[in-house]
């Protein structure tokens, strides 16, 4: 974690404004799931007097990154920049056990390939609810054992779909709109890409 991040997490004076505004604390009411227990956990790393193990890490990975925070904070701390700074040192020091780096590797590599994404999408049709699968798969994500994963409704025809480059208007033409193509909807929604 870098200095600028450490001397960020002083900015915080725990005054408590974040708490409303953050929803895993409002769905947990655990003060280590809410922005100023965070920033609390992460500055104790820092100064030597917790080290960072499974609970440290899974109440920095509860945090679903919303921001929501940074508007509700008097103080102006830049938790956002704390957060991706931590999380950072968490991957890089190997925090993590190592079927869930891998299967996070996974996640992400597939993420930024559709074809490989529209392969997983096809196989996970085959695997159902039945076979617990997702469960397999989240439980090996989050290293969290009995979660249960509703498999989505997939469409019948899977396969990635490109907008073309410059799509001319239909009727006069009066702005220019840029539309981002995303991983999941040019393989599950692609003809509400194209309609947009």
Do not use: W
């Amino acid at each position: 974690m870098s200095t600028s991040s450490a001397e960020k997490t002083l900015r915080c004076i725990r005054c408590g404004f974040c708490l409303d505004a953050c929803p895993t604390f409002r769905l947990t009411g655990n003060e280590a799931n809410s922005p100023r227990g965070r920033i609390y956990l992460m500055r104790s790393v820092l100064e030597g007097t917790l080290q960072i193990d499974p609970g440290v890490v899974s109440h920095i990975d509860s945090c679903l990154g919303c921001r929501a925070c940074e508007t509700a904070c008097p103080s102006g701390v830049e938790y956002a920049n704390i957060l991706e700074d931590f999380r950072s040192r968490i991957e890089s020091e190997g925090h993590r056990p190592g079927i869930q780096r891998f299967a996070r590797k996974q996640l992400l590599d597939m993420l930024t390939q559709p074809k490989r994404m529209a392969l997983a999408l096809k196989l996970g049709r085959f695997a159902g609810p039945k076979d617990n699968l997702p469960s397999l798969v989240a439980e090996a994500l989050t290293g969290k054992k009995g979660l249960k994963v509703p498999v989505p409704a997939t469409p019948k025809k899977i396969e990635v779909g490109q907008l073309d480059e410059v799509a001319e208007a239909i009727g006069e033409r009066k702005h220019t709109v840029v539309v981002l193509q995303g991983c999941v909807m040019r393989l599950m929604f692609h003809p509400t890409n194209l309609a947009t």
